[in-house]
């Protein structure tokens, strides 16, 4: 609306509705045409108030996407199936019965897990068959890799908890491939796998807080994976520069932000050296885990 001639003349970029719902909202007073009166933002004059519900600085606009950026952050792996989850207790168990089902056995860190406990440890491990076939007649011709076949146990489970979940999807492929997670997001770990750690965060997050994490574990969707295993970008990133970013061109979940790296990663430019950055990243990330 305004880039077709409307002006703001009032916002409030966020506060909570005032009703039963537990949710925030935005308001916006618009004028169609120029406005030569004055301008309030979050109740305080202004100079004026853009489309992003803010003051207008020295630039305006959505910064572009950088092709320094592409293909160095991913989306953690979609699974669609709580089946697939199992407690510690549950693994062992697993692994108690045949110790070759530790194969198929990975820790899963969730967004949920980087929140909320303090040391940031997965909770939950995961049955991960990656891209292998169900069984050898299904095998494609000359395939002798793994099959799910092979865990007898764990396919029984997936079997028994996720088929038929997946069963009512509309998605062919996913009914199909009932006991492959939904999107294995397999660029992210090939990525990864030169790696012995990566950074992750959150994607719904009061805090834009990164972490680096050993790349042997599954991640979450609600994770987002940036493939940088150096302090120096770990400072970069939990530096204050880019929280400030962030907060400016993130969206937002009720009163949390999404990071959504298309928006906010992608979009920034890095120091063409950060090397100066590995002392204080190593310090502070040694400090923050004490």
Not at 39 to 60: D, H, K, Q, R
Not at 255 to 263: A, E, I, P, V
């Amino acid at each position: 609306m305004v880039a077709l001639g409307h002006s703001i003349t009032r916002a409030t970029a966020s506060r909570a509705w005032p009703g039963a719902a537990n949710l925030e909202v935005s308001e916006v007073w618009m004028h169609k045409g120029l406005w030569a009166g004055e301008t309030f933002l979050n109740g305080v004059e202004s100079n004026g108030i853009t489309s992003m519900l803010c003051e207008p600085g020295a630039i305006t606009g959505n910064p572009h996407r950088l092709a320094e950026m592409k293909g160095k952050s991913f989306q953690g792996s979609v699974v669609l199936g709580t089946g697939f989850m199992l407690s510690p207790s549950e693994a062992d168990e697993l692994v108690g019965l045949d110790s070759c089902n530790d194969d198929v056995l990975a820790w899963y860190l969730s967004g949920d897990d980087l929140n909320s406990r303090p040391d940031q440890s997965p909770s939950r491990k995961i049955i991960n068959f990656a891209d292998w076939p169900l069984d050898r007649n299904s095998a494609p011709s000359g395939y002798e890799g793994p099959v799910a076949e092979d865990y007898p146990h764990c396919l029984a489970i997936v079997r028994k908890k996720v088929l038929p979940q997946r069963a009512k999807s509309k998605r062919k492929v996913y009914r199909e491939r009932w006991w492959q997670f939904a999107e294995k997001q397999t660029r992210l770990y090939e990525s990864i796998a030169q790696f012995e750690r990566t950074l992750v965060i959150p994607e719904t997050t009061k805090y834009c807080a990164f972490a680096l994490y050993p790349v042997n574990i599954v991640f979450s969707h609600m994770t987002k994976v940036i493939t940088f295993d150096t302090e120096d970008v770990f400072a970069l990133l939990t530096s204050s520069v880019h929280e400030a970013w962030v907060r400016h061109y993130a969206s937002t979940l009720e009163t949390r932000l999404k990071y959504t790296t298309s928006d906010v990663f992608e979009t920034f430019p890095f120091p063409r050296n950060t090397t100066g950055l590995v002392a204080f990243g190593r310090s502070y990330e040694e400090c923050r885990q004490a």
